[in-house]
């Protein structure tokens, strides 16, 4: 409906109350397309791209998923489209109230929510695909609507950021201010990032494990490397991917990766960098150029490091990721391969066998020279 | 071996530094022992209480676990005992280095870690258990030798804090300089609370869900009920256990608990009221006279809560928490026996049901009137 997917793909600086303006504009748009059908007459109806397996496809250029040209229909003119029709109206309501009102909720709030307009919903499942066809008709994702999750992950580096969210509007705080990292919750997600220093920050890091996050504060990455630390808390947040995206595109600093070195780890940087299936209706939270640090099956022989033996569900998983089209590029095939022929897995705690502090002195600067995957 | 335990449960305002002196302390007192004996021409013995599933009473008055009065000793004269008696002293050297030279580590990290010392564990399984020898000699917690889990909860609230961690020394923060809430590490587990005014910070309020924090947060529950908020993310991890106690006893303000309306959330506030079995060997980590406000089994019939049917193990957990002796208490039989009744359990955000502020403007207030469960 709204161009907006095509606009922030090109704009690299973009400006958070601009994104809110248009944010809202799409659910009024929405409201006012139904509206106007109405008033001519018309059965109201609307179309969105179909969310089938079938009509999610990979596009190598961008190095996600996207949906096909396939769309769905739902009018009120058929019986049948009634209930979802209406629901989705519902939820573009109450979207448009958390937004323009600065509350957030989370989809299980919002399944709740629901009953107090004597909305019915058979169960969250229910609300929850609403909520996705809501993100599909407007290309905006449901933390744009104030929806949150219950996850959180955290942020710590030399960096000052300025709220805009009620109560903070204008206030100002330096990501370093606090040495266990701040939580990356709705008002960082919509913090302006100012006072940008390249001789302070010329790239971020975001790592897998709490430990280790905690460790680079400690032994002072972010000065020694320059770097904003992102601790993803295993599979990053949505909101957490979409900072991860700002943060390279408004900055323009590489993002590092780093995660455990078993199927799941190299996963974990791969949705970083090439967004999920399930967000093929979505734009603007992945981050392309996005670079694997490790830990790499590679890394597990030519570091010698403690690991563990792959278990079946570990090589069934590898299967998996080798159909994926995702992980068509040389490094990610030699690392499978790897993976598969050593049979182990290492986590990145397993550095420690050559003392706490050298994974920071030795191999993150080797890793820190990688210039892409 | 040190009598620690004692002191810090008498003394409300305990000094972080002055912990960490006696934990260093405690160390020394351990080698010193050992050195001493060999000295002598003993061979090394030291005994610790045994923490088998016998020796672990609930004492009434404190209402808590504790270890009884058998101990387990272990003598380097006892060839059985060389392995564990070694790796109990390297794992007081190494928890030495941390604590001396303010390096954290994790679990994970103390198993790899020993293998750059050639020290012999089978498995993470056997080093855990070290970690938790130590804990039972000296009756400091892990988290006093810098040793820290993975999860993380966090912190929101108008209390300045100052901290002791290197290069912050001496560095102040107010807790509601970042709106998402800070998260709780080794650096705010050992920050000192300074400015504390009371017309400012008169409660502290534990929320079990992530979701339900952010809207207090937004909510500005922190200025209209003069509280500190805490963000368990579950069960709530040692070290915020440790900071809720501390900010009861150094404050001088009484602990308010929100939990799922289940077995399982009411388990979450026990645990930070009584402790768990687990923890049998340790003091420092409860707060008796916390509070439990809910969401109990009797607000769910009270307030009308939409609500799912309990399962069979929702329904198994009650058998369990029935027989439990931390359970004995009036509101505890009630609860069990209403949530028997009624089958049902709610969800904080159930109240959602009633508008997004309902639970902030009607609920919370009637709670927070409870002077103790």
Redesign the interface.
Same mark, same amino acid.
């Given at each position: 409906m709204v161009p907006q997917t095509k606009m922030s793909r090109n704009k690299s600086k973009s400006s958070i109350k601009e994104r809110k303006g248009k944010v809202l504009t799409s659910l009024e748009e929405l409201g006012g397309q139904v509206y106007k059908q109405i008033v001519d007459h018309e059965f109201p109806t609307f179309r969105m791209p179909s969310r089938s397996i079938a009509n999610i496809l990979y596009d190598d250029k961008t190095r996600q998923y996207i949906l096909g040209k396939r769309s769905v229909k739902r009018s009120a003119r058929n019986v049948a489209h009634i209930r979802p029709f209406t629901q989705l109206l519902w939820t573009a309501m109450f979207a448009d109230e958390l937004t323009s009102q600065?509350?957030?909720?989370?989809l299980?709030?919002v399944?709740?929510?629901a009953?107090?307009y004597e909305m019915d919903f058979r169960d969250q499942a229910e609300s929850d695909n609403l909520i996705t066809d809501l993100e599909t008709v407007t290309s905006f994702s449901r933390e744009d609507f104030n929806v949150?999750p219950?996850?959180?992950s955290?942020i710590f580096g030399d960096l000052t950021v300025e709220?805009t969210?009620?109560?903070?509007e204008g206030k100002r705080?330096n990501l370093s201010?606090?040495?266990?990292?701040?939580?990356?919750?709705?008002?960082?997600t919509t913090a302006e990032f100012v006072q940008h220093d390249k001789k302070k920050v010329d790239k971020i890091i975001a790592i897998e494990?709490?430990?280790l996050f905690?460790?680079f504060i /400690?032994e002072?990455v972010h000065q020694k490397y320059r770097a904003v630390l992102i601790h993803t808390?295993g599979q990053a947040p949505r909101a957490t991917r979409f900072l991860l995206r700002r943060l390279n595109q408004e900055l323009d600093v590489p993002v590092y990766i780093f995660t455990d070195g078993d199927p799941w780890g190299m996963h974990i940087a791969m949705v970083i960098i090439s967004g999920s299936a399930n967000a093929a209706h979505l734009r603007d939270l992945n981050t392309p150029d996005a670079i694997w640090g490790g830990v790499w099956a590679t890394d597990i022989v030519d570091y010698k490091l403690?690991s563990d033996p792959l278990t079946d569900l570990d090589l069934k998983r590898l299967n998996e990721l080798e159909k994926d089209p995702r992980y068509a590029g040389d490094l990610w095939k030699r690392e499978i391969d790897t993976f598969r022929k050593v049979k182990k897995k290492s986590?990145q /705690?397993?550095?420690?066998?050559?003392?706490?502090t050298y994974i920071v002195d030795k191999y993150l600067p080797a890793k820190l020279k990688l210039k892409s995957n």
């Open positions: 600065n509350k957030t909720s989370t299980r709030d399944f709740y929510s009953q107090a949150y219950e996850e959180r955290a709220y969210v009620p109560g903070y705080l201010s606090h040495p266990d990292g701040v939580m990356i919750g709705p008002a960082l494990k709490g430990g905690t460790r /400690e002072r808390a403690p986590e /705690e397993a550095f420690s066998r050559y003392g706490l």
